[in-house]
């Protein structure tokens, strides 16, 4: 191994990623990240309605979650944190009657506020970087205009900025299109729970439907009543609280240590995750086992070993966040990956389709790509990938760096700028990849 690649870089640094090692080790995965998202959101709005203290056990403190504290705390919410939990202390008296809260670049607190605002009192203004910009929310917006909710976009029409005028979401009836994102849903589920009457919910096109799952499960936890048939939801006005909840281990983080050990004939142990969680990416493990991947549970740990991967065809509408891990398998599995149904990948932190494509290709894999898919042949199944050094882009995106360093693994000389971007969502996974593949 090379000293560039056996020491850590510093902020902003290209990363280089040790080739030819097995992934092999155990691996407690972070909290999830989805579910910190909702408990916090849910704790806004019990807080608004004059609730006690909420201990939230094992939350994930990562870029994204830190910025849903810091707007708690900005919205009223006493924040204190400390290792293994953090306790939220709503304040009434100190909420502002007008707020300016920086999102970043989650796109999940963006979301969620948009709705949870409506539902309390004041005037609030949501934004955040210019990819965040670029993000659309239209179709929530619209849903909360036709329960009352006021709220303006003034700059592009259904994109943040948003200022949103509080205490304006009503009861009623409203209509929903989720085909861009299962998060519009989840949102104006939560946020009618503080809704003062009954609001019904008809949904046309969903995508990423288990995380609306997630919600409904969260929401069930602080006392929200919530009625599902078919595309009509139905939520009565609820007193939220929770004394304590623990948040369960991330399953997307997951799917990176489980396709290290798939892709190198390794074998890793993951540790921390519910083997009945909710979490779509929980069916990333099937995926892995129908590819060729060996997957065992024992005392509440996965066990996933690799062998000789097979490509397949795979709608991953339903776990949309894994398709830039499943591409980085991809050129290593005899036969030809097809990934497809995910027009939606192309609005997340970056147009994921288009970035995996430009960066397997920069490595000398072939890729084809569609509107809403990607084709990528095993061409390194039988064959070595070349070897030449390439420092690849992450377009500015967690989920891209981590998958391509997972091809890094296979593929000699592989650079990974920016790799600091994986604290939006796994802040350790530098450490925890270091530790499977011994570096």
């Given at each position: 191994?090379?000293?560039?690649?056996?020491?850590?870089?510093?902020?902003?640094?290209?990363?280089?990623?040790?080739?030819?090692?097995?992934?092999?080790?155990?691996?407690?995965?972070?909290?999830?990240?989805?579910?910190?998202?909702?408990?916090?959101?849910?704790?806004l709005l019990a807080g608004s309605q004059g609730g006690?203290?909420?201990?939230?056990?094992?939350?994930?403190?990562a870029e994204d979650t830190r910025l849903f504290l810091a707007a708690l705390e900005t919205l009223g919410i006493a924040v204190a944190e400390s290792p293994a939990e953090v306790r939220l202390t709503p304040g009434r008296a100190r909420s502002p009657r007008e707020a300016e809260i920086d999102c970043g670049n989650a796109g999940t607190m963006l979301r969620f506020l948009t709705a949870a605002l409506t539902a309390i009192p004041g005037r609030f203004r949501l934004d955040g970087t210019p990819r965040l910009r670029e993000r659309p929310v239209g179709p929530l917006v619209a849903a909360l205009r036709r329960l009352g909710?006021?709220?303006?976009?003034?700059?592009?029409?259904?994109?943040?900025?948003?200022?949103?005028?509080?205490?304006?979401?009503?009861?009623?009836?409203?209509?929903?299109?989720?085909?861009?994102?299962?998060?519009?849903?989840?949102?104006?589920?939560?946020?009618?729970?503080?809704a003062p009457a009954e609001v019904e919910i008809e949904v046309g096109a969903l995508t990423s439907e288990p995380y609306v799952g997630v919600t409904l499960a969260a929401a069930a936890a602080f006392g929200g009543r919530i009625e599902s048939a078919g595309v009509l939801y139905r939520v009565w006005p609820s007193r939220l609280a929770a004394a304590?909840?623990?948040?369960?281990?991330?399953?997307?983080?997951?799917?990176?240590?489980a396709a290290a050990a798939a892709l190198t004939g390794g074998e890793v142990?993951?540790?921390?995750?519910?083997?009945?969680?909710?979490?779509?990416?929980?069916?990333?493990?099937?995926?892995?086992?129908?590819?060729?991947?060996?997957?065992?549970?024992?005392?509440?740990?996965?066990?996933?070993?690799?062998g000789e991967l097979h490509g397949?065809?795979?709608?991953?509408?339903?776990?949309?966040?894994?398709?830039?891990?499943?591409?980085?398998?991809?050129?290593?599995?005899?036969?030809?990956?097809?990934i497809g149904n995910v027009p939606h990948l192309r609005l997340k932190e970056s147009d994921r389709l288009g970035a995996m494509a430009s960066e397997l290709r920069r490595l000398g894999a072939e890729v084809e790509e569609g509107a809403d898919s990607l084709t990528i042949p095993g061409v390194w199944h039988r064959r070595q990938p070349p070897g030449g050094a390439v420092?690849?882009?992450?377009?500015?995106?967690?989920?891209?760096?981590?998958?391509?360093?997972l091809v890094g693994l296979r593929r000699p000389g592989v650079r990974i700028a920016s790799p600091e971007v994986v604290v939006k969502s796994y802040p350790g996974f530098w450490a925890d990849f270091d530790s499977i593949v011994g570096r």
């Amino acid at each position: 191994m090379t000293e560039s690649a056996s020491r850590s870089p510093e902020k902003g640094e290209p990363r280089a990623v040790p080739a030819g090692a097995r992934a092999r080790g155990t691996v407690t995965l972070p909290p999830s990240k989805s579910v910190t998202h909702r408990v916090l959101n849910l704790a806004l709005l019990a807080g608004s309605q004059g609730g006690p203290p909420i201990v939230v056990e094992r939350p994930l403190y990562a870029e994204d979650t830190r910025l849903f504290l810091a707007a708690l705390e900005t919205l009223g919410i006493a924040v204190a944190e400390s290792p293994a939990e953090v306790r939220l202390t709503p304040g009434r008296a100190r909420s502002p009657r007008e707020a300016e809260i920086d999102c970043g670049n989650a796109g999940t607190m963006l979301r969620f506020l948009t709705a949870a605002l409506t539902a309390i009192p004041g005037r609030f203004r949501l934004d955040g970087t210019p990819r965040l910009r670029e993000r659309p929310v239209g179709p929530l917006v619209a849903a909360l205009r036709r329960l009352g909710a006021v709220i303006a976009c003034p700059g592009r029409a259904g994109y943040p900025p948003l200022e949103i005028a509080g205490g304006t979401l009503a009861g009623g009836r409203t209509a929903l299109d989720a085909a861009e994102s299962s998060q519009y849903l989840s949102a104006l589920l939560m946020a009618a729970l503080a809704a003062p009457a009954e609001v019904e919910i008809e949904v046309g096109a969903l995508t990423s439907e288990p995380y609306v799952g997630v919600t409904l499960a969260a929401a069930a936890a602080f006392g929200g009543r919530i009625e599902s048939a078919g595309v009509l939801y139905r939520v009565w006005p609820s007193r939220l609280a929770a004394a304590r909840l623990r948040v369960e281990g991330d399953w997307s983080a997951a799917c990176y240590p489980a396709a290290a050990a798939a892709l190198t004939g390794g074998e890793v142990t993951l540790a921390g995750l519910a083997a009945d969680s909710r979490q779509g990416d929980r069916g990333f493990l099937d995926l892995l086992a129908t590819m060729g991947a060996e997957i065992a549970w024992s005392d509440g740990a996965a066990m996933v070993r690799g062998g000789e991967l097979h490509g397949l065809a795979a709608d991953l509408s339903t776990m949309p966040d894994q398709v830039p891990t499943l591409a980085a398998l991809a050129p290593f599995a005899a036969g030809t990956t097809r990934i497809g149904n995910v027009p939606h990948l192309r609005l997340k932190e970056s147009d994921r389709l288009g970035a995996m494509a430009s960066e397997l290709r920069r490595l000398g894999a072939e890729v084809e790509e569609g509107a809403d898919s990607l084709t990528i042949p095993g061409v390194w199944h039988r064959r070595q990938p070349p070897g030449g050094a390439v420092t690849v882009d992450s377009h500015g995106d967690h989920r891209i760096a981590m998958s391509l360093a997972l091809v890094g693994l296979r593929r000699p000389g592989v650079r990974i700028a920016s790799p600091e971007v994986v604290v939006k969502s796994y802040p350790g996974f530098w450490a925890d990849f270091d530790s499977i593949v011994g570096r």
